[in-house]
């Protein structure tokens, strides 16, 4: 309208959720097609650029949540190599070949290795809420893009679908 476009309702179909399942209106004036048709184009590109980040940001999410998923285990199996290397320093400190020493440095590495499991595991627990986050949100813009995307399409047989034809190449 601030294009001095006149718009006539031509018909409207009722629907369950907002009312209205579909509306075909007649735009009217210099350029209306043209218009029309460029914010169609934007929309479709919004809507596309909208889906391949919705894309990129799940496969940062699942590449990520693999990341952690990998130092999980890794500083598991560090866990288990020191626990082991304790019993045994506490073994040969108990058959008097070692010096008290060595258990306490055990000890402390068992601990380090303890605690890097421990983070690497809240880590895990944390990628996963706020990736699916991110990936929901991207998907809610996608689908309110498609929405309005759909809504810029004309129907086949319609006025404006014959023009499209007509002025396709």
Do not use: C
């Amino acid at each position: 309208q601030r294009r001095n476009y006149t718009v006539e309702l031509m018909d409207v179909q009722p629907g369950d959720t907002a009312g209205i399942s579909k509306a075909t209106i007649l735009i009217k004036g210099e350029n209306a097609y043209g218009y029309a048709k460029a914010e169609r184009d934007i929309a479709v590109a919004t809507y596309e650029k909208t889906i391949q980040t919705a894309f990129r940001e799940t496969a940062d999410a699942l590449a990520r949540r693999g990341t952690i998923g990998e130092d999980v285990a890794a500083n598991q199996a560090n866990v288990t190599a020191s626990e082991a290397s304790l019993r045994l320093t506490v073994a040969r400190y108990h058959k008097g070949v070692d010096p008290y020493l060595n258990t306490l440095v055990a000890q402390q590495n068992l601990y380090a290795a303890q605690q890097s499991y421990i983070t690497a595991r809240l880590a895990l627990r944390q990628v996963r809420p706020r990736e699916l986050v991110a990936l929901r949100h991207a998907l809610a813009r996608a689908a309110s893009l498609s929405t309005q995307l759909q809504a810029l399409q004309p129907e086949p047989g319609t006025l404006l679908a014959g023009m499209a034809r007509w002025l396709t190449p």
